[in-house]
């Protein structure tokens, strides 16, 4: 088979990769249970009240090796592997190349470099991750706890931000894998009280950020709204909704029923929709539509 003929549009369709920080107690782990029938591989005390929710306590980091390569052989009944939390990770691969490698901690390989053995160990669980994914259509949700931490822009200007908790080089790895990494925060309202009286904040409900910000780290291929609840369910309906194939099909049926002259279709056609980005296919609707 020739090069060319390997070539495809569109690409497969694949649960997304998510990761998902935020303050402790905020409600992560419950958006992780769920996702279609999660296996959580945990180390943490936060399923306290989701007794239903499937779970293993990796004893090390190479339990958590094997364990997704078992799922990748024999998925069983599972859909979703959900690793609560990243923080928890990050420690259980400190302490596994620490053993491994004879050093009493991970400032033990010398200045820096034990962080970047580390480094190299979460790229590989990354890497088997991706062959669930793909294999096994598994969704994979990542969860991590943040700190407040003072962020100094290059210009010197100084503010206070929510980053996820570990060290730098390990969580930037983690920030450039998932399809969807969201930040996960309560909701405040101010209310003027007028007069000299202080103005009053009402806490609201609990959100999902999708885009970065000042104070927090997000950002999403999958062409989210700004917002969303902290809610599975809510996020995987924005996740269809804004499906480049859910999106190619509404872009062919107005196109096909629109009151355009054959001669207009064929300008539009002239670009095949498979080869557009979610963005420039929603503008597309959005202009047939106002042809209707």
């Known amino acids: ?22 303050p402790e107690g905020i409600g992560k782990s419950t958006f992780g249970a769920a996702a279609p029938a999660p296996l959580f591989i945990s180390q943490e005390q936060g399923l306290t009240g989701l007794d239903h929710v499937a779970r293993i306590t990796p004893d090390t980091f190479a339990e958590t090796l094997a364990t997704v390569d078992e799922l990748t052989v024999n998925p069983g009944d599972f859909k979703t592997l959900v690793i609560d939390t990243t923080d928890s990770l990050e420690r259980s691969i400190h302490g596994f190349i620490c053993k491994r490698d004879g050093h009493p901690n991970i400032e033990g390989y010398g200045f820096g470099k034990g962080y970047k053995v580390a480094e190299f160990e979460l790229s590989a669980l990354l890497n088997k991750l991706d062959t669930l ?50 930040f996960a925060v309560y909701e405040v309202f101010k209310t003027k009280s007028g007069g000299n009286k202080p103005d009053k904040t009402i806490g609201g409900g609990r959100i999902i950020q999708t885009s970065w910000s000042p104070g927090w780290d997000a950002k999403n291929r999958l062409s989210l709204p700004e917002t969303l609840n902290l809610s599975y369910e809510e996020f995987a309906a924005a996740v269809d909704a804004n499906s480049p194939s859910r999106l190619r099909e509404e872009f062919k049926a107005l196109l096909a029923t629109s009151k355009l002259t054959p001669e207009q279709k064929k300008v539009w056609e002239k670009t095949p929709v498979e080869t557009l980005p979610a963005d420039r296919i929603k503008l597309g609707i959005t202009k047939l539509q106002s042809l209707q």
Request: proline residues 6%; positive net charge.
């Open 133 to 182: 994914r793909e294999r096994q259509k598994f969704g994979i949700i990542l969860l991590s706890h943040v700190q407040i931490k003072t962020f100094t822009q290059p210009g010197g200007e100084q503010w206070d931000r929510y980053e996820m908790k570990g060290h730098k080089g390990f969580t930037g790895i983690l920030r450039e894998w998932p399809d969807a990494c969201l």
């Open 1 to 22: 088979m020739s090069i060319l003929a390997k070539i495809k549009r569109g690409g497969e369709s694949l649960p997304p990769r998510i990761l998902l920080s935020g």
